[in-house]
């Protein structure tokens, strides 16, 4: 199982960048896949899940209405398209693989994450 996230950069407030986050070893269909972020001196943050059986899709507060997370079934690749950027979304982005038996109401806590992605960083700043 191996999930390779890529896509950070630098980006202008109120810019936009697409993350996209490539598994391999499993089906996208079996499993739920979210999306962290981790900025300096704070803990890492559960942003979105993504678990297509159902169609649920979660996002934090923080970034609802301004990232969505989408899917390529021909790359088996999840994409987190992120709009109108701030400097508050500097910070290491990760994607991973949920444990089977995670609880949706915890999708946000990175211990119900089994596998997960090296990290893209991301800087918002002029």
């Known amino acids: 199982v191996q999930l390779q996230a890529s896509g950070g950069g630098l980006v202008q407030p109120g810019g936009s960048l697409r993350l996209s986050c490539a598994a391999s070893?499993?089906?996208?269909?079996?499993?739920?896949i979210g999306w962290f972020r981790q900025a300096p001196g704070k803990e890492r943050e559960g942003i979105s899940y993504?678990?297509?059986?159902?169609?649920?899709?979660y996002y934090a507060e923080s970034v609802r209405g301004r990232f969505t997370v989408s899917r390529d079934d021909t790359r088996n690749t999840v994409y987190l398209q992120m709009h109108s950027l701030k400097a508050e979304d500097t910070a290491v982005y990760y994607c991973?693989?949920?444990?089977?038996?995670?609880?949706?109401?915890?999708?946000?806590?990175?211990?119900?994450?089994?596998?997960w992605g090296q990290g893209t960083l991301v800087t918002v700043s002029s």
């Open positions: 991973a693989r949920a444990s089977p038996r995670l609880i949706l109401s915890s999708w946000r806590a990175p211990s119900n994450y089994q596998y």
């Open positions: 070893g499993f089906a996208l269909d079996d499993y739920a």
């Open positions: 993504f678990y297509r059986r159902g169609g649920r899709k």
